[in-house]
């Protein structure tokens, strides 16, 4: 089993990205690593691993974060990490990480965190010889709704609004979608849309430009994973106002609350 972590992100000078990764097996037992990454322009990061098998029992989970480190090994800066990256592994496969930075946002209240409910969700994904494995947060999206996938492809369905793939709610405000990449010609563009549960319509689009999925080809064996981020549509922030004792509720886009 192979492991190819990628992500942007400019350090500065004398820093560089680490991932560190910890392996839960079927009982319960994790081994952490702490693997140092690369960079060619000071922009994109990469590291690839064999990866950890326990002796006697399987490998179940894999859950990662990325943290900021100085050449002495400092920790200056970590990720975001209430809401883990957590993805269940099979070892006969090999799995291609495409990733990018999560910072504290502020509306970052609204996450209902349940590791155990999630760890249950994501080991049930299914697995195909080649894959590409969607996941997104979406937690302002409402109960009546949920989160869809649509793109170029013919299996994401090339821009056609009634054939978008819904995705599976895996806990914590994320959403997994597992697809079988075999006839899938790459790179691809894609959004995610939000779909009214009973009327089976979208109503909303992501903003901004379509997402891009840059590998060139997935070979036997190969799973990517395409971790998106928060999803770019409306979030109602509610503000009290203490001297007049209203709520202001105010909508915003989720991409654009970081601190």
Not at 141 to 150: D, T
Not at 246 to 258: A, G
């Amino acid at each position: 089993m192979k492991l190819n972590f990628s992500i942007r992100y400019k350090t500065p000078f004398g820093q560089s990205m680490h991932v560190c990764i910890r392996y839960i097996d079927k009982d319960g037992h994790v081994r952490d690593v702490n693997e140092p990454m690369r960079t060619d322009d000071g922009d994109t990061w990469t590291v690839e691993t064999a990866g950890i098998v326990f002796t006697h029992v399987p490998i179940r989970y894999l859950v990662y974060t990325y943290q900021v480190e100085d050449d002495a090994g400092k920790v200056m800066r970590k990720e975001w990490n209430a809401v883990p990256r957590m993805f269940g592994l099979d070892v006969s496969r090999n799995y291609i990480f495409h990733d990018i930075w999560r910072d504290l946002s502020l509306q970052h209240y609204i996450y209902p965190v349940s590791q155990e409910r999630e760890a249950k969700q994501v080991g049930s994904m299914p697995c195909f010889n080649r894959s590409v494995i969607f996941r997104i947060s979406a937690p302002q999206v409402r109960e009546n709704c949920l989160v869809a996938v649509l793109g170029s492809e013919p299996t994401l369905g090339v821009w056609n609004v009634r054939r978008y793939l819904p995705m599976h709610y895996v806990g914590d405000g994320d959403w997994m979608l597992t697809i079988n990449a075999y006839a899938m010609v790459f790179p691809f563009e894609f959004k995610y849309v939000v779909v009214d549960k009973a009327t089976h319509d979208i109503v909303e689009w992501e903003s901004g430009d379509n997402r891009k999925a840059d590998v060139i080809r997935l070979d036997d064996g190969e799973q990517l994973v395409i971790y998106g981020g928060n999803i770019r549509t409306k979030c109602k922030l509610v503000y009290h106002d203490e001297l007049l004792g209203i709520d202001d509720i105010t909508n915003h886009e989720i991409r654009e609350l970081y601190i």
